[in-house]
């Protein structure tokens, strides 16, 4: 994960404790040969609110910090991050504390959990009652999304799938600009990655509002509302999206763009946001007139 922005405001004190993303195993071929591979680490990581149990994770382990705080943020069950004075991580109990000013835990916690929901996010993803009765408050604006500037973003994301290369059996997500990258987070799951970058940005008060937010999984309604609490008006996959996702994005005005790959895409909702400015079809004629306007000039000067 990079970040440009040099904090000029308060932050909580941060544990610096990230694990190495992928291990070296053996494994057999189709040979029956012995080979070396790296797979991705897999870890247990219970987030605590001044010593109360929350939830527990599975991550690559990477960003417990971030993911923590990016948890808290995008299930609404702390509002402020000045209401924190520290992030704690301890790998030998697998738990990241997370202490308030206050001491006194999540205001209201037990009416916050009284309802919750279990996701399809991969490695079973959570959504408390409090993240659903907040979504509707929110409404986002139509922002303009150029074809040719998606184009260029896909291309220059490939690189940053640094985990998935070397070892498969992960999901990446990316915070983006227009054509850039700028901050890339990989984890066993998409909604981990998105919390991880959620942080990032609570923690550097990275605005959302001109952003659009890439993943490589499938758009469902719980990666929607990861957005909208992100304040990101644009969701961009390689994979496609739910039925749930899709008719949350309506409600909340979230463009929505799916299975692009290469010069491919599908704007599932917001198609009045983007500028076709490099439709594949128009940019071959082009070509076959241009070649067919050299050929023809050749002719005549033989």
Known sequence: MCS???PEFYRPQMSAAGLSPVHRVVA??????????WIPGEAPLTIKVDNNEIVTLMTLGTHPGELALGYLRNQNLIENIEEINSVSVNWEKEVVNIFTKHGKGIADFERKLSKLTVTSG?????????????????RFPGTTVRQSAIYELLKKIIPYNKVYR????????????????IMFVE???????????????WLDR??????ILFTTGRLTSEIVMKSAHMRIPVLLSRSGVTQMGLELAQDLGITVI????????????????????????ANRKMKRAKKSSTLGTSTTKS
């Open 4 to 6: 440009k922005v040099t």
């Open 28 to 37: 057999l071929d189709q040979s029956g040969n012995p080979t070396e591979l």
């Open 122 to 138: 991969c490695g079973q993803g959570t959504i408390f009652s409090c993240t659903i009765d907040k979504i509707y408050e929110l």
């Open 166 to 181: 070397q070892a498969g059996s992960v999901h990446g997500c990316g915070l983006c600009k227009e054509d850039q990258v």
């Open 187 to 201: 984890d066993v799951g998409r909604h981990n990655a998105a919390d991880a970058i959620s942080g990032r940005m």
């Open 206 to 211: 990275i605005p959302g509002e001109d952003k």
């Open 258 to 281: 799916g299975r692009a790959k290469g010069k491919r895409l599908f704007v599932y909702n917001g198609g009045e946001n983007i500028i076709f400015d490099s439709h594949p079809i």
